[in-house]
């Protein structure tokens, strides 16, 4: 996921919600699907400033180790 996207995101959410709302779904509805929605979408917001999938044994320590042979 890419920052630019963000504001696309944004507005299909938007839309979403306006088009829940004028279907007759009850707002308390709405905003518990928000709440539930809010925690996987903060993990993507977040991790998109780390780079992608590294793993956890931090870069380039496996290139680094076959050098040294």
Sequence with gaps: ??????????IA????VVGLAFAG????TILIG???L???LMML???TGHGGMTGHGGSGTT???AKRR
């Design 63 to 65: 290139d680094e180790h």
């Design 45 to 47: 917001v977040m991790m």
């Design 1 to 10: 996921m890419k920052r630019q996207h963000l504001p696309l995101y944004a």
């Design 13 to 16: 959410l938007a839309i979403l």
């Design 38 to 40: 809010a925690c996987p």
């Design 25 to 28: 779904v009850p707002a308390q």
């Design 34 to 36: 928000l709440l539930v």
